[in-house]
C-alpha cells in the first residue's frame, strides 16, 4: 500500500513524556526515568550513524519524538550506532525487550534497511518504521521522500546566484557558473538528492558546471570540508551539500574560502548556526513529521504495517527554506523562480528526475 501525507490528517492528543530504560541505551531526556507502565506507547529509537548534534538528520528525527513527547503520554529510549554493523544489534535489543515492551521501533535512515529486513521477519509482533527506504514487512511502516523535488529548488537558487555577481554576509558568487554537490554515501538515496539538484541547474538558461562526489561517510566533516575546499577552488560559488555531519565541512570550507553552501534537513542556518552567513539556505526533510506520525499512529492504535507513506514538495515533506541570516538579501528574482519551479513541480508541469543519468 502506498499513500502520500496531508498535513490535515495529523492526530493529536495531550500527554506527558516519560522515559523508559534499556540496557546499552540512553533515555531521550537525557536521563533519568520515570516508570513506563502507565505510558501510553513506549519508543524505541535507533538513529542514523552519525549520532545526534548532527543538526541535520537525526535532529530532524529527535524533534519529531520531541513533538510526540510534548503532546502523547509516551515514553522512549534511544541508541546511536556508529557503524552500520551495529544496526541489528539494536534494532533486535528494542524488538526482544520485555521490561519495558516496546510499542514501536523507529528505524531511521536507509543503512538500516538490511538489518530490518531481518529483525522484522524474526519480530512479526513488533512494530517498527523506517525512514528512507521500504522494507516490505506486516509490521514495518516505510516512510520516503521526494528529496528529488527539493533538490530541484536547490538547484535553482544556485544557478540563478552563481550566474551572477552577488554578495551577503561572509559570502561572495564571482558569476562563475560553478556550483559544487557533495554526498555522504553514495546510494540511491543520496543520488535523489544530486539528481534534483542536477535538474534544477538544468533548467537554467545559462550552461552552468557542475562538480559532485561522494564522500562514503555522514559523519566525516573533515572529509566534507576537503572536498568543498577543493570544488571552491575550481570554482565553485556555491555548494550544496546531503550529507548529514559531514557537511558541516562543507560550510566550514565555505566560510574559509568566502563562498556559499545550501544546507539539508534541517534550516542548518539555525542548527549550525555559526555557519549561517554562508548557508543561503537549506532543503528540508521532514524527517520529525514521518517519525511524528508514526508514534501517533501506535498511540492511536491505527498503526498501517505494510503501507509506503511518501511525503513531497505537496505536503510540505520536502521544502527550501532560505537562510536565517541571508534570506533577506536573496534577489527577489531568484526567490520567484524557486517559488515558479515549486508550483510547477507540484502542478505537474515539471518533471524531476531521481537519478542523475536521468539528467
Known amino acids: 500500500m502506498t499513500r502520500d501525507i496531508d498535513r490535515r490528517q495529523f492526530v493529536r492528543a495531550a500527554g506527558l ?10 533515555g531521550e531526556s537525557g536521563g533519568g ?19 545526534l548534534d548532527d543538526g541535520s538528520f537525526n535532529d530532524q528525527a529527535q524533534q519529531g519524538l520531541q513533538r510526540a513527547r510534548e503532546e502523547f503520554d509516551i515514553a522512549s529510549d534511544r541508541t546511536q550506532p556508529s557503524e552500520v554493523s551495529q544496526f541489528t544489534n539494536f534494532q533486535q535489543q528494542f524488538a526482544q525487550s520485555t521490561n519495558p515492551d516496546y510499542d514501536l521501533v523507529c528505524c531511521i535512515g536507509f543503512l538500516q534497511t538490511d538489518a530490518l529486513e531481518q529483525t522484522s521477519e524474526s519480530h512479526p509482533e513488533q512494530n517498527f518504521m523506517i525512514v528512507d527506504s521500504v522494507v516490505e514487512r506486516d509490521n514495518v511502516g516505510s516512510y520516503v521522500f521526494k528529496e528529488h523535488e527539493g533538490s530541484y529548488l536547490a538547484g535553482v537558487l544556485a544557478g540563478m546566484l552563481s550566474t ?40 537554467m538558461d545559462t550552461d552552468i558546471q557542475t562538480q ?62 555559526a555557519y549561517a552567513d554562508v548557508i543561503l539556505g537549506s532543503m528540508v526533510k521532514r524527517v520529525d513529521t514521518a517519525v511524528y506520525e508514526s508514534i501517533a499512529s501506535v498511540v492511536n ?38 517559488s515558479s519551479a515549486r508550483e510547477g513541480i507540484i502542478g505537474g508541469d515539471i518533471s524531476v528526475p531521481t537519478d542523475p543519468s536521468g539528467v
Request: charged share 20%.
Open 17 to 26: 513524556a516519560g522515559v523508559a530504560g534499556l540496557a546499552g541505551c540512553a
Open 33 to 51: 526515568g520515570t516508570e513506563t507502565a502507565t505510558a501510553a506507547a513506549n519508543i524505541g529509537m535507533v538513529y542514523a550513524t552519525g549520532g
Open 164 to 203: 551572477r555577481e552577488f554578495s551577503a554576509g561572509a559570502g561572495e558568487s564571482a558569476g562563475n557558473a560553478n556550483v559544487g554537490f557533495v554526498g555522504g554515501v553514495e546510494g540511491s538515496l543520496i543520488k535523489k538528492f544530486e539528481a534534483g539538484y542536477l535538474s534544477g541547474l538544468e533548467s
Open 212 to 273: 559532485s562526489t561522494y564522500v562514503g561517510s555522514f559523519s566525516d566533516p573533515q572529509g566534507g570540508k576537503e572536498a568543498a575546499l577543493s570544488m571552491y577552488d575550481n570554482g565553485a560559488d556555491v555548494v550544496y551539500h546531503a550529507s548529514g555531519n559531514t557537511g558541516t565541512g562543507v560550510f566550514q570550507a565555505a566560510q574559509e574560502r568566502g563562498k556559499f553552501a545550501i544546507g539539508v534537513d534541517r534550516d542548518q542556518s539555525v542548527t549550525k548556526s
Open 301 to 338: 492504535d491505527d498503526f498501517d504495517g505494510g503501507a509506503v507513506t511518501t511525503l513531497g514538495l505537496d505536503s510540505n515533506g520536502v521544502a527550501l527554506v532560505y537562510g536565517d541570516e541571508l534570506g533577506g538579501d536573496v534577489p527577489e528574482d531568484v526567490k520567484s523562480a524557486v
